[in-house]
């Protein structure tokens, strides 16, 4: 099993917009749209941000959006706020209740 | 609202046994399979085990294979994950997760639990 792979960590200033990767191969995020991320803040428990490549949960700021290429997965944060700046990791099923993680990106408000 | 609430945490000893449970309010249970995600310190999140709403299939990675299993009690609103045959590197906090779709599993947690500590050190 592999985990998807981000970007270590990532950065903007307020108001700008930042674009994390999760890349993943044809068997996983390239054969379905169940592309997920969670946001986590330090000591919390992840949070839905996004689930079905671009879906956002009922809550979650129109600033969070989510796309696909093939077998990469794209979150963007417009607007960049303080309150951004925590963990996110991008998921995607894979087949046969299989589901990988990324690596996670620590996204930096500077 | 829907609310997750893990417990069974604890520090054992190498080779030892834990079990955790996650008991689930304010949704249908039975019309959603539940997941157990671990995150060890410092590191990112690892999907571990998932069973389906019924308790018909169950998954589980590689990494806890022959020593996790997990179960769920449909009466009383609560899934489970016995650990067997600890090692150091079970050390992590353990989260239960619901996901997304009734009876629709294709990994999307929208509800996760606070967490419980597992420490496995002699």
């Known amino acids: 099993q592999s985990a998807l792979t981000q970007p270590p960590s990532a950065s903007g200033s307020p108001g700008q917009s930042v674009t994390i990767s999760c890349t993943g191969t044809s068997s996983d995020i390239g054969a379905y749209d169940h592309v997920s991320w969670y946001q986590q803040y330090p000591g919390k428990a992840p949070k839905s941000i996004i689930y079905?490549?671009?879906k956002r949960p009922s809550g979650v700021p129109d600033r969070f959006s989510g796309s696909k290429s093939g077998n990469t997965a794209s979150l963007t944060v417009s607007g960049l706020q303080a309150d951004d700046e925590a963990d996110y990791y991008c998921s995607s099923f894979a087949g046969n209740y299989r589901v990988f993680f990324g690596g996670g990106t620590k996204l930096t408000v500077l | 609202e829907v609310q997750l609430l893990e417990s069974g945490g604890g520090l054992v000893q190498p080779g030892g046994s834990l079990r955790l449970s996650c008991a689930a309010s304010?949704?249908?249970?039975?019309?959603?399979?539940m997941g157990w995600v671990r995150q060890a310190p410092g590191k990112g999140l690892e999907y571990i085990s998932l069973?389906?709403?019924?308790?018909?299939?169950?998954f589980y990675a590689d990494s806890v294979k022959g020593r996790f299993t997990i179960s769920r009690d449909n009466y009383n609103n609560v899934v489970h994950l016995q650990l067997n045959s600890l090692r150091a590197d079970d050390t992590a906090i353990y989260y239960c997760?619901?996901?997304?779709?009734?009876?629709?599993?294709?990994?999307?947690?929208?509800?996760w639990g606070l967490g419980a500590l597992v420490i496995v050190s002699s």
């Open positions: 069973i389906t709403e019924r308790g018909a299939d169950t």
């Open positions: 997760a619901r996901d997304r779709r009734p009876l629709y599993s294709h990994g999307e947690f929208d509800w």
């Open positions: 304010g949704f249908i249970f039975d019309n959603y399979a």
């Open positions: 079905e490549v671009e």
